[in-house]
T-cell receptor
Framework: KQEVTQIPAALSVPEGENLVLNCSFT??????LQWFRQDPGKGLTSLLL?????REQTSGRLNASLDKSSGRSTLYIAASQPGDSATYLC????????????FGKGTTLSVSS | GAVVSQHPSRVICKSGTSVKIECRSL??????MFWYRQFPKQSLMLMAT?????????EQGVEKDKFLINHASLTLSTLTVTSAHPEDSSFYIC????????????FGPGTRLTVT
């Protein structure tokens, strides 16, 4: 059964720092991996989607990498801002079509000004 | 495109009553939808997979008689929490997989259920 782990559980940084969030998964038979952002009491905002055949995806200050063979992904946030404060969730999609995404427990990020 | 809505966004009900949550795919057909539950400061836990025209598949530990799922059309799935108790208070999120893109999943905005 797929298990997704995110480290650290919480992270506090001053504004302007670059940071890395980590995600690992136990079953490498994935179709894709997705990073989401969730603000308190809100739904999910999709940030980046990496297909299993890809190594990384970039969007603005965000860069996500995927090493499928080792079961790892990282989300790199450059020049962090207070508005980046949120919980970041990693989710993997199985290679079996029509199955649900499996989520990690998330990393709660706090960026102070 | 690929928008999923949920209704209501918030609901408060009394213990013992039932509440229905709707999940709609607005601009695509979805044979498969999923229901997740999220407790405060926890991650999303899959409750069940809903398939149009057939019975839902529930994850281990989820009571199918308490959480009734109906997927009556290709754009609508409903989750009914029956005989609600305070411990059922949670954030419920649905997602839908487009029939045209079976490896994709789009999420609704969630429903906050509070049982008093």
């Amino acid at each position: 059964k797929q298990e997704v782990t995110q480290i650290p559980a919480a992270l506090s940084v001053p504004e302007g720092e670059n940071l890395v969030l980590n995600c690992s998964f136990t079953d490498s038979a994935i179709y894709n991996l997705q990073w989401f952002r969730q603000d308190p009491g809100k739904g999910l905002t999709s940030l980046l989607l990496i297909q299993s055949s890809q190594r990384e995806q970039t969007s603005g200050r965000l860069n996500a990498s995927l090493d499928k063979s080792s079961g790892r992904s990282t989300l790199y946030i450059a020049a962090s801002q207070p508005g980046d404060s949120a919980t970041y969730l990693c989710a993997v999609g199985s290679s079996q079509a029509g199955t649900a995404l499996i989520f990690g427990k998330g990393t709660t990020l706090s960026v102070s000004s | 495109g690929a928008v999923v809505s949920q209704h209501p966004s918030r609901v408060i009900c009394k213990s013992g009553t039932s509440v229905k949550i709707e999940c709609r795919s607005l601009d695509f057909q979805a044979t498969t939808m999923f229901w997740y539950r999220q407790f405060p400061k926890q991650s999303l836990m899959l409750m069940a997979t809903s398939n149009e025209g057939s019975k839902a598949t529930y994850e281990q530990g989820v009571e199918k008689d308490k959480f009734l799922i109906n997927h009556a059309s290709l754009t609508l799935s409903t989750l009914t929490v029956t005989s609600a108790h305070p411990e059922d208070s949670s954030f419920y999120i649905c997602s839908a997989t487009p029939d045209r893109a079976i490896y994709e999943q789009y999420f609704g905005p969630g429903t906050r259920l509070t049982v008093t």
